[in-house]
C-alpha cells in the first residue's frame, strides 16, 4: 500500500507543483499591476493559490517522512523474527 501511495502521491505533487510555481507570481503581478476590473475578476479566485499551497505542503510533508515510515514499517516487519528467535531455547 506504502508503494502505491507513494507512486501516486509523487506524481501529484509534482502536478500540482507547477500550477502553484505558475500562480504565485502571476498573483503578485495582478495584485501590483493590475486594473481594477482585473483585481475584481481576481477575488472570486483568490483563494486558489493558498489552497494550491496548502496541498503542496501536505503531499510535501508526507514524502518527506514517507523514508522514515517505510523504515519503520520494515522494522515492525523484522522485530516478530527476531524475538522469537531470542525466546527460543539454546542448544
Not at 500500500?1 to 501516486?8: I, N
Not at 482585473?38 to 514517507?66: F, T
Amino acid at each position: 500500500m506504502t508503494k502505491f501511495l507513494s507512486k501516486w502521491s509523487r506524481k501529484f505533487h509534482r502536478w500540482i507543483a507547477v500550477p502553484t510555481a505558475l500562480l504565485i507570481p502571476l498573483v503578485v503581478i495582478i495584485k501590483l499591476f493590475g486594473s481594477p476590473e482585473l483585481l475584481a475578476a481576481w477575488e472570486k479566485l483568490d483563494k486558489l493559490p493558498s489552497l494550491l499551497m496548502l496541498v503542496m505542503a501536505i503531499s510535501g510533508a508526507y514524502l518527506y517522512l514517507l523514508p522514515y515510515i517505510v523504515k519503520a514499517q520494515r522494522k515492525k516487519k523484522v522485530d516478530p523474527l527476531a524475538g522469537s528467535k531470542q525466546s527460543s531455547p539454546a542448544d
